[in-house]
């Protein structure tokens, strides 16, 4: 049987099997003799079923305190002699009793708080009860007793002995006890204060909203919903504007010049307007305000320049003079406006021209090269389209044609500085031999070096300058010695391969800087034009109309338009039939569109019909510059260039389509007409 002996927070059990909390013996007799007393505590059968009997009122807290105080103070308990004031300790518990209703409560030691569980009082100890409390549980620390062995089970008849106080013993207290704990705030009380405030004003809340009409729900509404939409404005139209633009030269050269031009009225262009423009439109209108500035930038002259010829002479020798003087004679910026309308350009044509330029200047290397493959690098744009070929020789020769075509040379111009930056490279670059491949000697070797002779040649004709002379000649004696014996040329010189069989492709740049040497005055022989004129006849269909890459392969436009413009300047008339049949069948077959374009075949195609003239001209000349001005780029870094389109065209990327385009554009003043004579008074 067991039994369950209660005395305030102490109990003790008693079992007949064994006995799992050892208590002394004298505390034992105490317990006893006061369970026999008068103030009997009640025992419960721990295996009956029936109710707990009702505890009698709780005692004085003298009594417990100072009989516990007595039985410690006899006993070796150094745990309980640490019992100090109002301060016991339960184990490793540090209690202390309510200043309020006397429960006993267990003091938090990390925070020296103690809160009641009968009556929600929160104590705070002060510095003097810490200090004692850190001493007691100090000296429990120091004298905690080694745990006793738990007894072996036993057959239940060892019970303790009967423990009696002395007679006449009576507990006391072995030091003064301490005040009381202070009372704090009643954080519980508080808290619950708190949370019945905010759940009054929740419910408030959700009153007003329940019992709030629609008409105001919906005003409310519509109140936030216009604030919220006002945030978003729309601003205001553009007005009048200027674009200013700068560019800054390494090179420290003289003072420049002021030209004052004044503004166009609204409706005359100096140059000229395309069929169907709508002038009271004002998106059109500002669209041809804008092209107008661009384009005459490029007629822009420096009337005190030492270098620029004068005028009276230049239109003379478009009637009178040689043949060689009249060619490029008609890039002077002076007789622009002339030559775009009486050759069919416009206003929207040059002002293509002047911002591929523009972008062709800000994408120059800082050597004064471009690079195909390179070019967003240096000027650490976004633009894309990098070609896949890495020559430099080639990127430079391809972005100088077009400067050239429009009248920039390295002493006249606006863009002085970045021709004169790209002609020093081209010379540092060339080999003793003449050679201008750079140093990429692969694939695109040939294109660099012919692309290469024909900026030196013209350079040297537009200029005069004798320090090109020489190296002009040396690139013109490079491509005489690479010239296979069938007459044609290919990738390498003839020195450098075994695969002797020219392509037309290349044999087209070869032969157009052999005219441009010509034209120039310097030493030609007439037998590699001669062994040229073979090689086309190898690669000719139906009679000389159609030409193909290769002999003996199936002809195609590019080829039959290139090869139609050597035979052209290897002496061809206008009235010859093969030319005729192969500008007609050009016209018919594959005429200038946006949804097949291949610029490669425009830019020869466009030189050859601007030389043939007539109305064919007139067709051809409508649909091209109309297709290139559209697909120009008009925004971000990329605005002036033209974008990867055709065939091949990802080989050469951004640099390679802008300049052959902007070349397809400058096609009426680049060159003069071979069959027809310019008479501009």
Known sequence: MRRLVLFGSWFAMASSQDSRFPVPPRLLRALAETAGGTQRLPTVDLQSREPLPPLAARRAAGWRDDTLAAIIAHEELPVRRDLTGMFWLNGDVLMCACPDCGAPLTVRRWLMLA????????????EAQQRVAERLLERHAAHQPVAPVASPPGDGRNRPASVRLPDGRQPHIAHEPLAPPRSAARRRGASRTEDDAADAVSHWFNAFVKNMPAWLISLLFHVLLLMFLGLFTQPPPDGPFITLSMRVSQSVRDGGYAQWTSAPEASVFDLGLPD???????????????????????????????????????????????????????RDPRLRVEMVRRE????????????????????????????????????????????SLKSASAGTALALLPFLGAGQT???????????????????????????????????????????????????????????????????????????PDGGWRYYPRRETRHLQGDTSVVGWQLMALQSARTAGLTVPETTLENASHFLDTVQHDEGALYSYLPREA???????????CRIYLGWKRNHPPLAAS?????????????????????????TIHHFGGPEWNAWNLQMRDVLVATQETRGHAAGSWSVAGPLTSQGGRIYMTALAVCCLEVYYRHLPIFRQIDLD
């Open 115 to 126: 809160d009641c569980w009968q009556c929600d009082t929160s104590i705070e100890l002060t």
């Open 555 to 565: 002809p195609s436009a590019p080829m039959t338009a290139e090869a139609q413009l």
């Open 344 to 387: 069919g350009g416009t206003t929207l044509t040059e002002a293509a021209v002047a911002r591929g330029l523009r972008w062709l200047a800000r994408h120059q290397s800082p050597d004064g090269s471009w690079s195909l493959d390179r070019f967003d690098r240096v000027a650490r744009c976004n633009c894309g389209d990098r070609g």
């Open 276 to 330: 169907g423009i709508d002038m009271s439109d004002p998106v059109q209108h500002r669209a041809l305000l804008r092209a107008d500035q661009d384009a005459r930038a490029l007629r822009l002259v420096d009337p005190d320049n030492p270098y620029l010829p004068d005028l009276g002479r230049v239109r003379q020798q478009l009637t009178s003079g040689s043949s060689a003087a009249r060619t490029l004679a008609v």
């Open 410 to 484: 390295h002493l006249t111009g606006i863009y002085q500085a970045e021709v004169s930056q790209g002609l020093r490279w081209l010379l540092q670059n060339q080999g003793a031999d003449g050679d201008l491949r750079g140093s990429n000697d692969q694939y695109p070797g040939m294109y660099a070096h012919g692309q290469a002779a024909i900026v030196l040649c013209e350079a040297f004709l537009m200029t005069g300058d004798e320090a090109l002379r020489v190296p002009a000649q040396k690139a013109i004696d490079y491509i005489v010695a690479a010239q296979y």
């Open 583 to 607: 500008i007609s069948w050009m016209l018919a077959h594959e005429p200038p569109t946006q949804d097949r374009p291949n610029i490669y075949y425009w830019y020869y195609a466009t030189q």
